[in-house]
């Protein structure tokens, strides 16, 4: 639905004495632009607020002020003009259906959610959607996926749930319940699958499955394990075999999650390691170790975020927002913290919690996934080995190295021509060459590493994914048919079925996003970080930031917009803090870079935290775990590291931070993590 650009004049104007008594039902009149004498700019203030008056949308300020003034509706600037403190909107295409509307002032910290339809008799009807509303879609719909134990229509409850607010609120007319239903599918699922990130993920993830299913059945799979036997000679070993694999796949969380989890499933599986504790090796080494890593998929995202942020900053114009990625790196407290955490849960072969539970099941009993699942999932397509197969590793290392080597040329690739395209109009004489483009990057004197994340961060990195996956299933359709373990009818219905594995999950991973969109249509995320007090503690802020971002990571599932949505906000907001407080600029550094630091780390972690996160939907998928189970026994340790690491927020720029005083900081840390696993952990088996 348009907006005009620019609303009609109205002004309240008494008729007469005698006739105001009969008339001056909220009646406006329209007047043209030039009898309007006061044209004034006017800023307005929060109170603002939009009513109906017949068959009229009127915007109210509270006050008589006349003049000009300018307000912001579904991101589109209105200009107004403003009689006895009252102007009118006209607003297109008004049906009983209706629509939901954003309105803000151009400072962009009052938005208000309205919506607006056409009733029967022709009149407006307007509806206040207060922003407290909008966490409601996430958390039940995380409610009662962890109360039943159901999360397809838990997920869609929260979706309907979401949709309701969005249309409205008609409690009175039961046709928009109904309505409310076929929004979860007509907008928010079709709007999740017309997403071409999404799609991107979806067949990545379909031909990764594909993939995984070729190389089991040739035999390529059980020859890994054969060969990482000779490794992974225990439990403990098998776990930190694991771990080294998802710390060694650093580029991409989800390439990280898909390919480390179905390679160890059978190895693991071999030393009775719980799925439950697969999934969170998997899931817990996966984001951290992409989050921080100088040269990965996520770079790209995170410097133009911390680029938003400080490009408001009067005297940060010439630093670049990768120095000060590396910079806030001393302060990643939870993402280096977590991958301690998973080799000391290893090496003291201790858990406690939900997951000692799954690890003494898996010990005693064999039985590495809980009886509920067996029953669901053991229809599953069989994906052993066919007769006479040969168990060689290279059937398997070499499409999955193929996926590896690939994603990285991919990301090279479409990274370079992102750069030429940038670089044409400033350099002369320019080729497509990479050594000219890298030349030509190094005008400005970078470092290598710095070069290095330009290009990364200028990638494409779904296409690199997309190139890779399809690399890695002509890579074992080769193998298989040149060897003449499977024929080629025989392996393509082989692919057809590993497709079928990865469709439970990519159901959720759908509907979690689907879920997504009503929290971005409800402005959750905003809602969330208004939370923010204008007026604290410098000190205090970090761990106030740490909150949020956890929060909104948790409530959305997704890390990334957590990062999009506060970065430009906390970032130019602790600076500022700090020079209104008179903090030292060295200290009010450190402070920001504090804030660069926790984003990135509390997203994670409420990301690790959350049932509805695509990166924790993958981490079950990958490992063949109940994704209920993996997050149940994921959350406490979680948490623990979580804990630890908000302290260390605090007290690292209270003691004046830097460095040395971060290392002491996780040396510290590590210390309280190995006691908490002594005191409140036991040995499974």
């Known amino acids: 639905m348009s907006i005009r650009k620019k609303s009609l004049l109205y002004l309240l104007l008494a008729i007469s004495t005698s006739l105001s008594a009969q008339n001056q039902t909220d009646t406006l009149v329209q007047l043209e632009e030039d ?7 006017i800023d307005l203030n929060s109170n603002y607020a939009i009513q109906a008056q017949s068959d009229q949308v009127i915007l109210t300020t509270g006050d008589q002020s ?26 297109e295409d008004i049906n009983r259906k209706g629509q939901l509307f954003k309105f803000d002032l151009p400072s962009g910290k009052h938005k208000k959610l309205y919506h607006i339809s056409l009733k029967k008799d022709g009149s407006i009807r307007v509806k206040q959607i207060p922003l407290a509303l909008s966490i409601i879609p996430p958390l039940l719909a995380i409610l009662l996926a962890l109360v039943f134990k159901e999360v397809i229509l838990s997920l869609f409850i929260g979706i309907f749930s979401g949709a309701f607010i969005v249309g409205g609120l008609r409690f009175e007319a039961p046709l928009f319940y109904l309505e409310s239903i ?12 017309t997403d071409s990130g999404h799609l991107s993920i979806i067949l990545f993830s379909l031909l990764i499955g594909g993939m995984v299913a070729i190389i089991s059945r040739n035999g390529g799979m059980a020859g890994v394990v054969s060969r990482l036997s000779k490794y992974a000679k225990n439990d403990t070993s098998t776990q930190l075999v694991t771990w080294f694999l998802g710390v060694a796949i650093f580029f991409d969380d989800y390439a990280n999650t898909l390919i480390v989890g179905n390679t160890m499933r059978s190895v693991t599986d071999k030393f009775k390691i719980s799925r439950e504790k697969l999934a969170y090796i998997v899931d817990s080494t996966a984001a951290p170790v992409a989050a921080i890593a100088f040269i990965t998929t996520w770079i790209g995202a995170e410097l133009s975020y911390i680029e938003d942020g400080v490009s408001g900053i009067e005297g940060f114009a010439d630093v670049t927002s990768y120095a000060l990625f590396l910079s806030s790196l001393k302060y990643s407290f939870y993402p280096i913290l977590t991958l301690i955490f998973i080799v000391l849960v290893i090496r003291t072969r201790r858990d406690y919690g939900p997951m000692l539970k799954a690890e003494i099941r898996a010990r005693t009993t064999g039985q590495v996934k809980p009886n509920s699942t067996e029953d669901i999932e053991e229809n599953l397509e069989d994906l052993s080995p066919v007769k006479g197969a040969p168990l060689k590793a290279f059937n398997a290392a070499l499409p999955v190295a193929v996926v590896i080597l690939v994603t990285i040329l991919g990301l090279l690739t479409t990274g370079f021509e992102s750069t030429y395209g940038q670089l044409t109009d400033s350099v002369s004489g320019l080729t497509e060459s990479w050594s000219d483009i890298w030349k030509a990057m190094g005008a400005s004197g970078d470092s290598f ?11 494409d990195s779904y296409i690199a994914l997309l ?6 299933v002509i890579t074992a359709l080769i193998l298989t048919l040149s060897q003449k373990i499977m024929n080629l009818e025989r392996s393509m219905g082989t692919m057809i079925d590993g497709f079928k594995t990865m469709l439970p999950a990519l159901i959720i991973l759908t509907m979690a996003w689907a879920l997504a969109g009503t929290t971005k249509d409800l402005e959750t995320a905003h809602y969330l970080s208004n939370a923010i007090a204008d007026n604290m503690n410098p000190y205090v802020f970090p761990v106030i930031v740490f909150v949020l971002a956890a929060g909104i990571a948790f409530s959305t599932g997704s890390s990334w917009s957590t990062m999009a949505i506060l970065y430009p906000l906390a970032i130019p907001t602790c600076w500022s803090i700090c020079q209104a407080q008179g ?30 996160s695509d990166t924790t939907i993958l981490s079950s998928l990958a490992s063949d775990c109940n994704h209920l189970d993996h997050v149940k026994t994921q959350l406490p340790y979680a948490l623990t590291v979580g804990i630890v690491s ?16 971060s290392l002491i900081l996780i040396a510290a840390s590590v210390t309280i993590l190995y006691f908490i696993l002594r005191k409140f952990g ?3 088996a």
């Not at 307000?71 to 006895?84: D, H």
């Not at 076929?182 to 699958?193: G, H, N, P, S």
């Not at 590493?449 to 990638?459: D, E, W, Y």
């Not at 908000?646 to 005083?661: D, K, N, P, Q, Y």
């Open 35 to 41: 009898v309007l004498v006061d044209k004034t700019f």
């Open 66 to 91: 006349n003049g000009s003034a300018e307000v912001m509706v579904n991101g589109e600037t209105v200009e107004l003009i403003l009689g006895a403190g009252m102007a009118v909107l006209e607003l």
């Open 182 to 193: 076929w929004m979860v599918l007509q907008k928010y699922i079709l709007d999740a699958l």
């Open 449 to 459: 590493f710095m070069k290095l994340g330009t290009l990364i961060g200028n990638s």
């Open 467 to 472: 190139w890779a996956s399809l690399s890695g």
């Open 583 to 612: 903090i030292d600029p060295a200290i009010s550094m450190e402070l920001m870079l504090n804030c660069i630091a926790i984003v990135l780390g509390a997203s994670v972690l409420g990301d690790h935290c959350s049932p509805i």
């Open 646 to 661: 908000i302290c260390c927020t605090f007290l690292s720029t209270f003691l004046g931070g830097g460095v040395w005083i």
């Open 682 to 684: 036991r040995v499974a």
